[in-house]
């Protein structure tokens, strides 16, 4: 049974950094490429970056690219979002997804770990 | 980056009614589009890949059509579960892109 499971988030400043990790269980983690999608408080989804399974391979949003880094430990089977420089738009609810098996379509997702960027 | 629009933004239905939601893209993403459910306050979950593809578990009354630019949802039977909202997805291009999102509720 696949298991994602987000942790990381919390209060931080504007300006500041954190990083976001997703712990991956139930599926070979080297074999499937991972996604992070958010939500802002009342809002609709926003997809925000994904790593291949090799780790070769990695997209972002274009507002978004340059500030945050997706990273993969497979050692780990971790996934990682290292956030920096972040603004309080950057508020919302960080899931991770896992790709489907013929497609990087979303199949699997956490339950999301909420980052609050406030003074 | 491709655009999604959703209609309507909010669907008021009965259970046991059908319900049809629409996703328009701003350009052709061939068949690679899907489709969420989302609750309040759970996770999205997969209903549909590659635009008519239902995932595993999810009921025969769930389906999807369309290709290039329109595609449809339609929930044949409305149980009362079903009453949450429902956002289009595309992975035809990076960045990859959701929809504004379709509340569906009871009327």
């Known amino acids: 049974q696949v298991h994602l499971v987000e942790s990381g988030g919390g209060v931080v400043q504007p300006g500041g950094s954190l990083r976001l990790s997703c712990a991956a269980s139930g599926f070979l983690f080297s074999s499937y490429g991972i996604h992070w999608v958010r939500q802002a408080p009342g809002k609709g989804l926003e997809w925000v970056a994904y790593?291949?399974?090799?780790?070769?391979?990695?997209y972002y949003s274009d507002s978004l690219r340059g500030r945050f880094t997706i990273s993969r430990d497979k050692s780990k089977n971790t996934l990682f979002l290292q956030m920096n420089s972040l603004r309080a738009e950057d508020t919302a609810v960080y899931y991770c997804a896992k790709d489907g098996d013929s497609g990087d379509y979303h199949a699997n997702w956490g339950q999301g770990t909420l980052v609050t960027v406030s003074s | 980056e491709i655009v999604l629009t959703q209609s309507p933004a909010t669907l008021s239905l009965s259970p046991g009614e059908r319900a049809t939601l629409s996703c328009r893209a701003s350009?052709?993403?061939?068949?690679?589009l899907a489709w969420y459910q989302q609750r309040p306050g759970q996770a999205p979950r997969l209903l549909i890949y590659?635009?008519?593809n239902r995932a595993p578990g999810i009921p025969a009354r769930f389906s999807g059509s369309g290709s290039g630019t329109d595609f449809t949802l339609t929930i044949s039977s409305l149980e009362p579960e079903d009453f949450a909202v429902y956002y289009c997805?595309?992975?035809?291009?990076?960045?990859?892109?959701f929809g504004q999102g379709t509340k569906l509720e009871i009327k």
């Open positions: 350009q052709s993403v061939s068949n690679y």
């Open positions: 590659d635009a008519s």
């Open positions: 790593i291949s399974y090799d780790g070769i391979r990695d």
């Open positions: 997805h595309q992975r035809s291009a990076w960045p990859q892109t």
